[in-house]
């Protein structure tokens, strides 16, 4: 901190909430304490597999409307497939799983494979904001962001507790001191170290009021929406307009994370020349604090706050600061967080599993359960799911078990009456992701590289593109297998968007995800078209069915829509395929495999 910063005194007083915020946030269902609500008496009780169908079959009733039929076990492999692990069945496992179709078995063999951590890392990975890059002018290249990634598959995959995940990204450092810089879990907190601030000017002045401003911005905002769900963001320049949070709670809980700094880490020799910023987060060496801004401009400070959880959510409660407690700071954050008594950790996590499974979520404003976002279509639901994590030792995958072991789930996407908003009557035909798509084509081509971890990679871009971009740079793989591996690997740049992940939607902000974009543009059917690397792996496929199929154009067809599609070829298609075949060639009948609805929405 600056020293003119460092000599402004302490604005000890702190403004009372509003009245009517208080009255509004007391009768908030989100505030809340979260409590196992009771189950539901329904009428068609033999359709529920478990607590959950009962809280939809009761807004069912109530709405007079009936659940879609099961799906059947070619499309249940698939969803289960590319849900857990965003991968493809291969044909001999559905053989395998159409001859004895045990569900629960298959639930567990998928959370057991280290391609689960990768689909649901990079599901946390958008609501972390994350990137390889910062962004703007300079876009310095961050090594460390990588090292995050992959803490964050590892956990996915170790089934760590979801509080014992919140601890180590907000303070591992403070929780394990014996860590090395160089062990796997201190890199946990580089949720910190991954957005999208930067320490100098595009022209490369320093500037730190500047830095140390957006650091502290960036670190209170992505914390509120990632694990509370709340816009702190909207308290920075005057008092929240809906939420129980004043401007000097705000600068407040910025003082929580104003001794934190960011410590530059050595650059490899031979890379000492690019713009690299390898980051890791640690102590100052005394305490520190956030300033507050009048209007929140960094022209106006008014004085120096010291460091206390949101009053309301606190209840008011502030220990006296002591000398050396600032390296507790973050960890007093991540104690708060973590606790079974906040209302709102253990139900944002649930609503955000829900919408990882269903593609929609059971309150539709995922980063935001404050009064101004949505109500949840199945509060009572929505509560079971909060206490049953918490029950089950905050874990993941007892929760991903419960909940794919439901009727809900099972149902198909096949309905006689038009979609409800918010009424749970089939499951949802949804897009995959930019990820999905690109891992598909690999795996179905057979080129997909499965190595787990490592540094970020580089696919094939155009030199156009490049050249476009201040500053850009970006170094193709030298090796195809290289660059051909999962999308959590592929490079996340700031200041240019792998193309391919940019037209399918995929995340590259400088704030927290809680949902992805869905559109369907006509980008999309021209990439998949025209886009070199579709067209590649589509004619690598053709090879791979020919190698396996030889000559014999039946078993070609079947073998293809085994592995594109997940389920057998019905004689009509075959036919229509056979015919198309006598008038164009089996490369381009490849392709347009690639360009079908099927092969990219999952039902």
Not at 1 to 30: G, N, S, Y
Not at 378 to 398: C, Q, R, V
């Amino acid at each position: 901190m600056a020293q003119a910063q460092r000599a402004l005194p302490f604005l000890e007083e702190a403004p009372q909430l509003k009245v009517k915020i208080v009255e509004k946030a007391d009768a908030h269902w989100a505030f809340q304490p979260i409590g196992k609500p009771a189950l539901p008496e329904v009428k068609q009780k033999s359709w529920a597999k478990n607590p959950i169908d009962l809280f939809i079959l009761q807004m069912l009733e109530e709405a007079g409307r009936a659940p879609a039929e099961p799906a059947d076990s070619h499309t249940l492999l698939r969803r289960a497939h590319f849900d857990l692990l965003g991968l493809p069945p291969d044909p001999e496992s559905i053989e395998k799983f159409v001859q004895n179709p045990d569900w629960p078995s298959l639930i567990k063999e998928l959370l057991a494979s280290p391609h689960y951590g990768e689909r649901y890392g990079r599901h946390w990975l958008d609501v972390a904001r994350y990137a390889d890059s910062s962004g703007y002018g300079r876009d310095y290249f961050f090594p460390h962001a990588a090292h995050y990634r992959d803490y964050v598959i590892r956990s996915m995959n170790e089934d760590k507790p979801f509080t014992s995940f919140v601890r180590e990204q907000l303070a591992g450092d403070i929780l394990y001191p014996e860590d090395k810089a160089t062990d796997g879990r201190r890199y946990a907190t580089g949720f910190y170290t991954i957005g999208a601030v930067y320490p100098v000017s595009a022209n490369g002045i320093k500037r730190p009021k500047r830095f140390e401003y957006d650091r502290l911005t960036d670190a209170a905002d992505v914390t509120g929406e990632a694990f509370l769900g709340l816009s702190f963001a909207c308290a920075r320049c005057h008092d929240h307009k809906y939420d129980p949070i004043t401007q000097h709670d705000y600068f407040a809980f910025q003082s929580l994370f104003a001794s934190s700094t960011f410590k530059e880490m050595p650059i490899e020799e031979d890379k000492q020349k690019l713009q690299i910023k390898d980051y890791l987060l640690e102590h100052t060496a005394a305490a520190e604090h956030a300033t507050f801004f009048e209007r929140g401009e960094l022209n106006a400070p008014a004085g120096r706050i010291r460091p206390r959880l949101p009053a309301y959510f606190s209840k008011g409660k502030t220990a006296a600061e002591k000398s050396g407690d600032h390296r507790k700071w973050r960890l007093q954050v991540a104690n708060w967080i973590a606790s079974e008594k906040n209302p709102l950790t253990a139900r944002v996590i649930a609503n955000r599993v829900w919408q990882w499974h269903f593609g929609e979520a059971l309150v539709a404003t995922p980063n935001d359960f404050g009064l101004e976002g949505a109500q949840p279509s199945h509060p009572e639901l929505l509560d079971y799911l909060g206490t049953y994590l918490i029950e089950n030792d905050w874990s993941l995958k007892t929760l991903h078990f419960h909940i794919m072991s439901s009727s809900t789930y099972h149902m198909s996407s096949a309905h006689a009456e038009p979609a409800t908003t918010g009424v749970i009557d089939r499951f949802p035909t949804t897009r995959m992701q930019a990820e999905t798509i690109w891992d598909n084509m690999l795996a179905v081509s057979g080129k997909l590289n499965r190595q787990t971890y490592g540094g970020s990679v580089f696919p094939p871009v155009s030199d156009d593109l490049v050249q476009s971009k201040r500053n850009a740079s970006w170094e193709t793989e030298k090796k195809e297998s290289g660059w051909m591996r999962r999308g959590i690997y592929v490079a996340i740049k700031r200041s240019m968007h792998f193309p391919f992940f940019d037209v399918f939607d995929g995340t590259n902000s400088a704030t927290s995800v809680g949902q992805r974009e869905s559109t369907v543009v006509s980008p999309q059917a021209l990439t998949m078209m025209n886009g070199e690397i579709p067209r590649k792996l589509s004619n690598v496929f053709h090879q791979r069915l020919v190698r396996e199929c030889g000559d014999d154009k039946e078993k070609i067809i079947v073998r293809a829509w085994l592995l594109a599609y997940g389920r057998p070829v019905t004689e009509k298609e075959k036919q229509v395929t056979l015919q198309f075949l006598r008038e164009a060639d089996m490369v381009t009948w490849c392709h347009a495999l690639f360009n079908s609805n099927e092969f990219v929405y999952l039902r």
